[in-house]
């Protein structure tokens, strides 16, 4: 892929909020070389609010990842609706909420966004991945085990003792 596909030059950019478009596609795979996702069809919408010290981005991220079915390895899409907000700051900063911080170097030319791309996608999709018609006809595991559907009886036991507190 371009080295810059999903970046944004920030040295030259002015005080204020910007808006970037990016679409999202498979130079994204190519670049962490991903086995988990299959091809990326996302649109991320970028909001940069500059300042002096600090950027504040907000990532409105919407469209669909090929996925492959863990029971079946049948591919399927996935829809994508997520948003994160990171913090890229020139300094170190103390009082901050609960969004991402990412410490940049002073004379940082381009912001590359791809590895937070990355990341945020990967983080939106479930560590089980199995689409909702799964078992469906042609699924050699149609006689799965419903067991395994079942929660894990330690994890019970902490459920019950975490609802009792509650
Ligand atoms: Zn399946």
Redesign the pocket.
């Known amino acids: 892929m371009d080295k810059w596909e999903y970046s944004i030059r920030i040295s030259k950019l002015p005080s204020g909020v910007h808006h970037y478009d990016f679409q999202v596609t498979n130079s994204l795979k190519e670049k962490f070389e991903s086995q988990l996702v299959n091809y990326f069809d996302v649109l991320v919408k970028v909001q940069l609010r500059k300042n002096v010290d600090f950027i504040e981005a907000v990532f409105k991220m919407t469209g669909k990842v090929g996925l492959s079915?863990d029971?079946?390895n049948?591919p399927y899409d996935f829809q994508i609706d997520t948003t994160h907000k990171v913090l890229y700051t020139f300094r170190p900063i103390t009082n901050h909420n609960d969004d991402e911080i990412i410490f940049l170097e002073a004379q940082t030319d381009y912001l590359d966004l791809s590895q937070e791309f990355y990341d945020f996608i990967c983080l939106s999709i479930p560590q089980r991945k199995?689409?909702a018609d799964?078992?469906m006809e042609g699924?050699p595991d149609l006689f799965y085990n419903e067991q395994e559907e079942e929660i894990d009886p330690r994890w019970a036991k902490l459920l019950e003792l975490k609802n009792k507190e509650d």
Request: overall charge positive; hydrophobic content about 10%.
């Open positions: 079915c029971r079946c049948r199995v689409p799964c078992p699924c």
